[in-house]
């Protein structure tokens, strides 16, 4: 093939394979990556019990459609005139408030993100260690023009076209091949002939003592496996508490609407007393100064019934942003959830679930794993304290000079091996390094103890508050019936004028308190538990969010 025509051939592939990579979507790229990624995901899930798939998906959402969801079709009147807000609601449910926060929490994605960012990194990791193509080339023309004698004017362009292709693998055990073909083509349009220069190498190098071997070799792989490994372990815990923490705020949001609740009934029974007071004032059976002792505190349970329904619904706007809502979205919480709450102790003892929760936590796995990481870096760095020797080998086949085509002949070849060293005679640094090493290994062992320690502490001390929280649940029902009691008497001695307003202002104000201890407790228990699972590593979570029980001998206390 003639010189010029091979040089146009070589520069017209050049350009294809430029367009080509630049015609590439941003799409083809997203697609490209999202299947390597989530390979490695998905491969690496089968290891951590409870992860799910919940991290395979990091597209953002779609905007909120609430039409699935049932209308509320009630108003209520403790509201007062925010009863509007609640009229034709869409009711939320806890397993819909669950499935709306994992897919719409914006902390909740961020996790997940990290997660394939952590995948990410790894595929360029593993690349390194896999056959690494590249090429390239350039095209110059370059034109020249020099007068001699009087009117003799001489021009000479020069076209100068190089290209290149090369290949490197590097293996486990710390051995690099690299091969790479190389050509020049040179054309001069006016005074000059063609000639070329090409080349087909090849080189392997492999460390003898720093750096050789798979352990330090492969390190980088190590450790990117690990760190995908250990995000997801991350991420599987972190739901865990990411569903506690929903359904915390989804039941203190209904604490707060039955506080404000309470409270107007609270000042509805109030009002009516004063009301019968004033009446009886105007027949002089009653004292002013009973009368004025009531009124004043009518106004603190008014004041207490505004600031009640405040607090709701700013406990409801802050539901909402947890869950990925739009605050002006109007939502009425299902009170089904509410009543549904029970009453139930685990079974089993304490040593029981401590062992478990050693067993379960996956952050105590990272944790453990982490110290064997520290422990093979300071292998690595004791090995980097040896001299470094590579061994190294070259093979070079070049074109034939009597041409000036592109052709490579075998006949003309070059080859050399040999060693290079150092003897590193400076071993400040890996001194350094292999100390900085034994330290980072003995905080390892020191973080792996304090994080087992705070396991055992936080099981012991969920332990203790689910105790109380039973307790605080029985006291409270039992304060309930003596509450009930005691308003009822009151309200008799009042209406028949015996009683007192100081009595009558008590009983009332310890109805409101017992009927917000009801509700607190019974909700406090129930999150008492939750938590409990969550520390002992045992609270399996589905796709949408909602818990599993997996207490499978766990019976409603009495029963």
Sequence with gaps: MPQHRLSHSVAASLALLTLGLSACSTGFYKKWADKEVFGILGKK??????????????????????????KNMETVEFLGERAYLEKDARIVSLA?????????????????????????????????????LSGGGSTTLASTKVQSGVNNLVRTSTLTTTGGMGFSALSRTGTLLATNLTTNFLRFFT????????????????????????????????????????????????????????????????????????????FKAFN????????????????????????????????????????????????????????TERIVLDYKDMHDLKIIDPDGSLDEALTTALTARLDLWNTRDQMEDASRKVLIAKQQVLPTVNS??????????????????????????GVNADLNLNQKPERNSLRAQMIAEQRARRELDLAEEQVRGD???????????????????????????RLELEEGFNAEGLGTAINLVDAQRDMNATRDLMVSTTINHTLVRLQLWRDMGVLFIEKDGSWVDVMNKEKIKGE
């Design 191 to 266: 005074g000059g002939a063609d000639s070329a220069v090409s080349q087909l190498g090849a080189s392997l190098s492999q460390p003898l003592l720093a750096g050789a071997g798979y352990l330090s070799a492969s390190e980088t792989l190590t450790q990117g496996e690990r760190n995908v490994l250990y995000a997801i372990r991350s991420f599987a815990q972190y739901r865990k508490s990411f569903a506690v923490d929903v359904a915390t705020q989804y039941f203190r949001t209904i604490q707060a609407r039955e506080s404000a609740k309470n409270a107007y009934l609270g």
């Design 45 to 70: 899930a089968s290891k951590v019990p409870n992860s799910g798939q919940a991290f395979l998906d990091i597209t953002p959402p779609p905007p909120v459609k609430m039409e699935a969801l049932r």
């Design 272 to 327: 009516f007393v004063v009301e019968r007071e004033t009446a009886m004032q105007k027949e002089n059976a009653s004292t002013k100064s009973s009368l004025y002792r009531l009124s004043q505190q009518r106004l603190v349970f008014n004041r207490s019934w505004i600031n009640a329904r405040r607090n709701y619904e700013q406990a409801l706007d802050d539901l909402k942003i947890q869950l990925g809502l739009p605050v």
């Design 392 to 417: 190294l080998v070259t093979y070079n086949m070049l074109d034939n000079p009597d041409r000036n085509d592109f052709a490579i002949t075998p006949r003309n070849r070059s080859t050399s091996a």
């Design 96 to 132: 819909d408030a669950l499935d709306f926060a994992v897919h719409r929490n914006r902390s909740y994605l961020l996790q997940k993100e990290v997660v394939y960012l952590a995948a990410l990194n790894l595929t360029l990791t593993r690349q390194q260690f896999g056959p690494i």
């Design 459 to 485: 099981v012991r001390s969920g332990w203790r508050d689910l105790e109380l929280a039973r307790k605080q649940y029985e006291l409270a029902r039992r304060g309930m019936e003596i509450s009930t009691a």
